[in-house]
């Protein structure tokens, strides 16, 4: 995903990040044109799930939008994406756990977030005792957890 990678770093640029107003209204931008391009394309067709996930995990954690997602309609625009996300969870974590950790960022989107994870198969893998003197952070494709 070129394009979706070159959102990415955009919203991530240091410039933007120093302007916390341009920030709040790129955010705003890419969202509404990946919520209107979701709506008429595939997902698949813009990139990497990862990718497309980190885009949306990072306008997500502009509060008003973690709450608008809510409200939108989970079959179309940017709730496809958590919905294929959590079709393939556990077998790949980082889609979901991105947008899932931006979601929980504000009390209203997490009590959201609480109901709909409540939804998901549950999975249950033995944890390596190395994993046991470590913190739960961050997520990679194997187990969620820092060294």
Same mark, same amino acid.
């Given at each position: 995903g070129g394009g979706v990678a070159s959102l990415l770093g955009f919203l991530q640029s240091p410039a933007l990040q120093s302007c916390s107003v341009t920030l709040q209204l790129s955010r705003i931008t890419?969202?509404?044109v990946l919520a209107t391009t979701l709506t008429?394309?595939?997902e698949d067709t813009?990139?990497?799930?990862t990718s497309l996930a980190q885009v949306i995990s990072e306008v997500l954690k502009e509060? *008003?939008? /973690?709450l608008e997602f809510w409200d939108a309609c989970?079959?179309?625009g940017v709730g496809v994406? *958590?919905? /294929?996300a959590a079709s393939t969870f556990p077998h790949s974590y980082k889609p979901l756990t991105s947008i899932c950790y931006s979601l929980a960022k504000n009390t209203a989107s997490c009590e959201r977030l609480v109901q709909f994870a409540s939804s998901l198969s549950l999975f249950t893998a033995e944890v390596p005792k190395?994993?046991?003197n470590s913190t739960v952070v961050e997520a990679d494709e194997d187990w969620l957890y820092t060294n």
């Open positions: 890419v969202y509404k008429i394309f595939h813009l990139g990497d799930a509060e *008003l939008l /973690s989970a079959e179309k994406v *958590l919905s /294929s190395s994993v046991f």
